[in-house]
């Protein structure tokens, strides 16, 4: 069986036994709250995966610990090896520094640490990215565990600069603290800090696929003459070509505000964003309403269109 397979298997394990286990009831709606409302960054967190190995119960315990103390003598020897590792690491995030024989040398941005790491997503990640995630050492190989997270390494400076402040102010109450007890115990001060860079990270990308999204309205009419006729009367509506279809541009305030392309049975409203469509539509429907039946709205991405 690969470690894959093995680690499947124990989160897997730990979750139903968290389930079925009446007596969580309570820590489960705690958890839920913490990542649903108090962690409002966490929402592009795997929820099952933090409640296995990051949250702590009122009790200091995580549900790894509480797993493998009632179940240890129900494991393998490689499972109960497993988790008594994963009961002694923490989240942190690790910079990709170079790639030795098909394994990546990452270092702990915090701790300084580094781990030949065995991570089959090594192919898509560059020099300087980043991995949230847990590290741990398996028959003299170390692996990636619990959620994982990449993340550009244009973040790391600003990362290390608020998390290190966090620190500082930790060891003004635990004199001498260190790295791996500061993030162990801030595990979700972690998670909220990458969750709020994800937020970042989805809305630059949401972004940048919007610059190549259409948005278009589609409307059906009856007579394709009498629609052909109305809009020669519109100033507003440039004609660009005529074919088997008329391709026209809306015009508004001298500049571009949508294509109108019109067919034997229906037209297409075409736009660069839901703003200018939800314009284009008022300006078409107040002088054509009567002509023809608006369809339905969508978007048409990038991928749609190739």
């Not at 509480?66 to 590792?85: G, R, W």
């Not at 990215?129 to 993340?151: A, C, H, T």
């Not at 075409?270 to 284009?280: Q, T, V």
Request: hydrophobic share 35%; aromatic share 14%; glycine share 4%.
């Amino acid at each position: 069986m690969t470690i894959d397979n093995t680690q499947f298997e124990i989160e897997e394990k730990i979750l139903e036994y968290i389930i079925q286990n009446n007596h969580f009831d309570t820590d489960i709606q705690e958890a839920k709250k913490v990542f649903y409302t108090d962690g409002e960054n966490l929402a592009h967190m795997d929820f099952n995966l933090w409640l296995i190995y990051d949250y702590k119960k009122n009790n200091g315990k995580t549900f790894i610990q509480e797993f493998y103390l009632d179940k240890k003598n129900q494991m393998t020897h490689m499972e109960n090896d497993i988790l008594k590792k994963l009961i002694d690491t923490y989240p942190s995030i690790f910079e990709f520094k170079e790639l030795r024989n098909e394994k990546g040398l990452f270092k702990d941005i915090f701790t300084r640490k580094e781990y030949l790491v065995y991570e089959k997503e090594l192919n898509t990640l560059k020099f300087g990215d980043l991995v949230f995630s847990e590290v741990i050492e398996i028959n003299g190989d170390y692996k990636f565990f619990g959620n994982k997270i990449y993340l550009p390494g244009v973040f790391k400076t600003p990362i290390e600069r608020n998390i290190i402040s966090h620190f500082e102010k930790y060891n003004i109450h635990k004199q001498f603290g260190s790295w791996s007890d500061f993030l162990d115990n801030n595990r979700l001060l972690l998670y909220k800090y990458i969750g709020a860079i994800m937020m970042v990270e989805n809305k630059q990308q949401q972004e940048e696929d919007d610059k190549y999204n259409v948005w278009q309205s589609l409307y059906l009419f009856e007579d394709f003459n009498e629609v052909k006729e109305k809009l020669k009367n519109y100033s507003f509506m440039i004609l660009e070509e005529e074919n088997k279809n008329i391709y026209y541009k809306m015009i508004d305030e001298e500049k571009i505000l949508a294509e109108f392309i019109l067919t034997s049975k229906r037209g297409e409203l075409e736009c660069s964003s839901d703003k200018d469509r939800e314009h284009a539509k008022s300006i078409m429907e107040s002088k054509l309403g009567h002509l023809f039946t608006h369809y339905k709205d969508e978007i048409i991405s990038l991928n749609d269109i190739i």
